[in-house]
């Protein structure tokens, strides 16, 4: 039986340190059928979109560099490939984007951003 879930089979790159993902966040994102890469560090992510790993999305962490963010966002508004900004759930991290969090509201955000009914609609 096919999954309803937007998001199943579905491989999400996620770009930022490693206590960037909480262990809640990554396991209501596979519990909704996704495919995770990483949290992979700015450069390390550089290196993937640069060899064409494949996947289908990508979160990227707020506090990346200006610099890298441009790059990023360049290559990825170029190919298409849905993404957003997000940042967790730490109390010093900046507000803006959306929350990675295993809370429900949150996930349904990140789904609905990436693989949502507007697929003109990139971040």
């Known amino acids: 039986m096919k999954s309803l879930s937007p ?13 960037f993902l909480s262990d809640g966040a990554r ?12 949290p992979v560090v700015t450069s390390s992510a550089m290196e993937c979109l640069r060899e064409g790993l494949p996947f289908d999305a990508v979160i990227i962490d707020v506090t990346i560099s200006d610099e890298a963010m441009l790059w990023i966002n360049d290559w990825l508004e170029a190919r298409r490939i849905p993404f957003i900004f997000a940042h967790d759930e730490r109390p010093e991290t900046p507000p803006g984007g959306f929350v990675v969090s295993g809370r429900p509201s949150d996930v349904d955000a990140i789904v609905a951003a990436l693989f949502g009914g507007d697929p003109s609609y990139y971040h």
């Open 7 to 19: 998001v199943a089979g579905k491989t999400i790159l996620i770009i930022g340190d490693a206590g």
């Open 27 to 38: 396991k209501a994102l596979i519990a909704r059928q996704a495919v995770l890469a990483g």
